[in-house]
């Protein structure tokens, strides 16, 4: 499975915008790039998923460099609530039956 | 459309009872998936299941766990004879379809405590 590497934490100021990146250098032409997050004492969150193109949703956006080798998820204005640890995963669309594997993720603080 | 329902939410265990956990996945999700979150670790994936059968269990310890997903009804972890260790939260997760290009729906997780 190919993996991915994030950075272990990361700080941000309240209502400033958040980029979380993530290194995926082994990924294959059919990884799908997914981003979930676990508030404190919570069950994960999807927060989105992407192929090649950049993609926006009213959580977040990812942006997918051109060699897809990395990515980028980008809270627009960071709020308390988003303090957690976000998970970029990788998953085959055509391997039927592949579980997501939860790295250890980077741990976001947000700073009042 | 309610979500991943996991219950209950809390469970306390003496060692050597038995612990059985529930998860109804979302409506129209025959895909479920079991993780298990030690105190201050990681999600480590144990089992996945579809209606009636275990796709993979790679995750899951050989002995005293155990888990089903019936034709009717939720989807059951079962832990024997349980021991200090296996206290943990268990999450359950379902998706439409087992395809890597979809994403899963957590639930709320149940949290066991073996005292």
């Known amino acids: 499975d190919a993996k991915t590497t994030q950075p272990n934490s990361m700080e941000s100021n309240e209502e400033e915008p958040v980029h979380l990146p993530c290194n995926h250098s082994t990924i294959s032409g059919t990884d799908y790039i997914h981003w979930y997050r676990q508030l404190p004492s919570q069950g994960p969150e999807y927060v989105i998923h992407?192929?090649?193109s950049n993609v926006n949703n009213r959580m977040a956006s990812l942006a997918i460099a051109e060699d897809r080798k990395s990515s980028t998820l980008i809270l627009h204005r960071a709020t308390l609530r988003d303090a957690a640890v976000y998970y970029c995963?990788?998953?085959?669309?055509?391997?039927?039956?592949?579980?997501?594997?939860f790295g250890p993720g980077t741990r976001l603080s947000v700073l009042p | 459309n309610a979500g991943v329902m996991q219950n209950p939410r809390h469970l306390v265990r003496r060692r050597g009872q038995e612990a059985r956990l529930r998860c109804s996945p979302m409506k129209g999700h025959s895909h479920v998936y079991w993780y298990r979150q030690l105190p201050e670790e990681g999600l480590k994936f144990m089992v996945y299941l579809q209606k009636e059968n275990i796709i993979d269990e790679s995750g899951m310890p050989k002995e005293r766990f155990s888990a089903e997903f019936p034709k009717e009804g939720p989807s059951i972890l079962r832990i024997q004879q349980v021991v200090r260790g296996d206290s943990a939260a268990y999450f359950c997760?379902?998706?439409?379809?087992?395809?890597?290009?979809?994403?899963?729906?957590f639930g709320s997780g149940t949290r066991l405590t073996v005292v």
């Open positions: 995963i990788l998953r085959d669309r055509d391997n039927y039956g592949q579980n997501f594997v």
């Open positions: 997760a379902s998706s439409p379809v087992g395809k890597g290009n979809y994403g899963y729906t």
């Open positions: 992407g192929l090649t």
